[in-house]
Structures are given as C-alpha cells and as structure tokens.
C-alpha cells in the first residue's frame, strides 16, 4: 500500500517514535502551539502521523489493531509522563485527541484496504 518499503518505514518507525516522544517530554512550549488549534493539530498530526507508520508496517489485521492501541497506548504514557515530569494535571483532552487521530486514520486505512479488495 505505501510507496516506500515496508523495509525502510520499519527503520523509520523508531527512530519516529523516539522524535516524538523527545519533542513532547522537552519543556519548552512555542507561543504557537498554546493556542487550543494549533495544539489539537499538533497532537492529530503527530499520532495520527505515528499510526499511518505503524498501520503500513503490520502485515495482518491482528497486527493493525495491536499498532493502533499500541499508539494509543505511546499517547497515555506520554501525558502520564509530563504529568510526572512536569507536575501538570493531566491532560485528558490530548489523550482523547490522540486516540481520535488513531482511529480516524485506522478507519481510513481500513476503507482504503476493503476498496483495493473490491
């Protein structure tokens, strides 16, 4: 499905994951991204961008439904984190953004591979 090797995006992936998770546990927050769009988008971009890498890499449906709550999962343990790290409550609402740019981008996968069936 995707135009680059299943070989290539399986290098990519951790060093993706670690860019992600390094940019979220750092502590400086751009004046941009405060604004509650921006911020939204930040999150649908980044974990949506993780699942579309996670979802072309599984090979089975098993495999796509493990990938999709396991970025769920990555997006969990990065709030619980900074909440951790960084005293602040914990944000439920980017959890909540997270787990919804997972599932879009799942469903889209999904209808994507049940046309190319058709």
Request: net charge positive; glycine share 8%; hydrophobic share 60%.
């Amino acid at each position: 499905m995707p135009a680059v090797p299943r070989g290539v995006l399986v290098r990519i992936a951790p060093l993706w994951v670690v860019g992600v998770v390094l940019i979220s546990l750092q502590g400086y927050r751009p004046k941009a991204a405060q604004t509650p769009v921006l911020h939204r988008g930040f999150h649908f971009l980044a974990f949506g961008a993780t699942a579309l890498l996670m979802l072309f890499i599984a090979q089975t449906p098993r495999q796509r439904l493990l990938a999709a709550f396991g970025v769920m999962g990555l997006g969990i343990a990065i709030e619980t984190a900074q909440h951790c790290i960084f005293g602040t409550p914990l944000e439920w609402w980017d959890v909540r953004d997270n787990a919804l740019a997972v599932a879009v981008v799942w469903l889209m996968v999904r209808a994507v591979r049940v046309r190319a069936c058709m």
